[in-house]
């Protein structure tokens, strides 16, 4: 049995210590926001956030993520502190700007995004890059970094 922490509550899972976050979020516990991409932690849809970093969830063993602070982008907003129901800024952006186009990979980028803007609320476009490696492959990428301005300048 495996204790975890995902968006403020505790569960416990019944699982191969090497089984990977990502199946755990979405399978053991119905979390299916958080995106299966690639498998190899090389596109980002599997983003989450572990104790306030962002990690591809599909490269992490599940023991490795026990006891740990772990939000999805269920839990987004909850996490920030917002009212059930609210949505994180940056969720609010990305629909203000239509960031999306199919969606696929936008969780990630979204869970990406908040953690950059928690770290660093004024990026430079230079850390915008080192920060977004996530693939996107219906190219939003001047949408995303549009949606970061955004957010940096009321920050």
């Known amino acids: 049995m495996t204790a975890l922490k995902v968006n403020g509550l505790l569960r416990t899972v019944d ?24 498998g190899a932690a090389a596109c980002g849809a599997c983003t989450v956030h572990v104790d306030g970093a962002p990690v591809r969830s599909c490269s ?22 917002l009212a059930d129901g609210a949505l994180h800024p940056v969720q609010a952006a990305w629909i203000d700007l239509q960031v999306p186009q ?14 950059l803007l928690k770290k660093t609320p004024r990026p430079t476009d230079a850390e915008i890059d080192d920060a ?4 996107c492959r219906c190219g939003t990428y001047p949408r995303v970094r549009r949606a970061i301005r955004k957010l940096s300048d009321t920050t």
């Open 102 to 115: 199919c969606g696929y990979c936008q969780s990630g980028m979204i869970m990406a995004t908040a953690a």
């Open 60 to 81: 992490m063993p599940v023991s490795a993520a026990a006891g740990a602070d772990i939000v999805t982008i269920e839990g987004l907003a909850a996490s920030a502190g």
């Open 15 to 38: 699982v191969d210590p090497d089984t990977p976050l990502l199946w755990v979020l979405r399978e053991d516990l119905g979390l299916t926001g958080t995106k299966f991409g690639c």
């Open 132 to 135: 977004i490696g996530n693939l």
